[in-house]
C-alpha cells in the first residue's frame, strides 16, 4: 500500500509570499493528483501530473519520479489561497488503480 | 450545470437508523467512487464502481451498501448507523477508468453525517 506523506501539515504566510507543499510517497504511481479543499468543505482538482510541470495561473506543480515526490509551489499568495491542499497518487499496479490520499496541508494566507 | 450532485449536505441520524446519501453526475463517467474524511486521516475510499454494474469495496467498507444501476448514479446506504460512522462523505468520479486513461477527479460538495 502506498504511503503518502505531505509537509507541512500546517502552514501560516503573509500575502505576497512564495508557498511550498511538499508530497512524498512509496511506491510506483501512475498519476499524482493536487487537490484544493475549500473552507466551505468543497473539493477542487488543481493538477494530475504524471511527469514534469504543469502551471495554471499562480500555481505550479512539479513531479520528481524518480525521488518520489511532487512539489505544489504558489507564487504571490492571496488570502482567497486559504484552504487545505490534498495530495493523491494512481499506483501502477493492482487492479483497482484507486487513489491514495495525504493527510493534506492546512494553509492559511494572511492579509 | 455540469458535475457531481450530493444530497443531502447535511444530516442527523439516530444510531441504529438507515438512510441513503445521494450522489449523481452528468458528465458520463465511468467510475465513481465514495470516500468519507475524518480530522487526521485524509480521505479514505469506502466502495467504488467502474461502471453501471460493477461494484467493489474500498478501504473501509464495513456498514455500507452501494450499487450502481445506471451511469449517472451511485448511493451510498447506511445500514444501521453507528457514532463510528460520523463523518464527511465525498463523491467523485472520473471519466475513461477502464482504458487506463488518467483524467481528473470531480468530486461533489460533501455529505456532513452526524450520527447520535
Known amino acids: 500500500k502506498n504511503e503518502v506523506e505531505q509537509s507541512p501539515q500546517n502552514l501560516t504566510a503573509q500575502e505576497g509570499e512564495f508557498i511550498t507543499i511538499n508530497c512524498s510517497y512509496s511506491?510506483?504511481?501512475?498519476?499524482l493528483h493536487w487537490l484544493q479543499q475549500h473552507p466551505g468543505g468543497g473539493i477542487v482538482s488543481l493538477f494530475m501530473?504524471?511527469?514534469g510541470k504543469k502551471k495554471h495561473g499562480r500555481l505550479i506543480a512539479t513531479i520528481n519520479i524518480q525521488e518520489k515526490h511532487s512539489s505544489l509551489h504558489i507564487t504571490a499568495s492571496h488570502p482567497r489561497d486559504s484552504a487545505v491542499y490534498i495530495c493523491?497518487?494512481?499506483?501502477?499496479?493492482?487492479?483497482?488503480?484507486?487513489?491514495?490520499f495525504g493527510s493534506g496541508t492546512q494553509l492559511t494566507v494572511l492579509p | 450545470n455540469a458535475g457531481v450532485t450530493q444530497t443531502p449536505k447535511f444530516q442527523v441520524l439516530k444510531t441504529g437508523q438507515s438512510m441513503t446519501l445521494q450522489c449523481a453526475q452528468d458528465m458520463n463517467h465511468e467510475y465513481m467512487s465514495w470516500y468519507r474524511q475524518d480530522p487526521g486521516m485524509g480521505l479514505r475510499l469506502i466502495h467504488y464502481s467502474v461502471g453501471a454494474g460493477i461494484t467493489d469495496q474500498g478501504e473501509v467498507p464495513n456498514g455500507y451498501n452501494v450499487s450502481r444501476s445506471t451511469t449517472e448514479d451511485f448511493p451510498l446506504r447506511l445500514l444501521s448507523a453507528a457514532p463510528s460512522q460520523t463523518s464527511v462523505y465525498f463523491c467523485a468520479s472520473s471519466y475513461s477508468f477502464s482504458t487506463g486513461v488518467n483524467y481528473g477527479y470531480t468530486f461533489g460538495s460533501g455529505t456532513r453525517l452526524t450520527v447520535v
Open positions: 501530473l504524471s511527469s
Open positions: 493523491a497518487v494512481r499506483e501502477v499496479a493492482g487492479s483497482a488503480r484507486q487513489l491514495t
Open positions: 511506491v510506483g504511481i501512475s498519476a
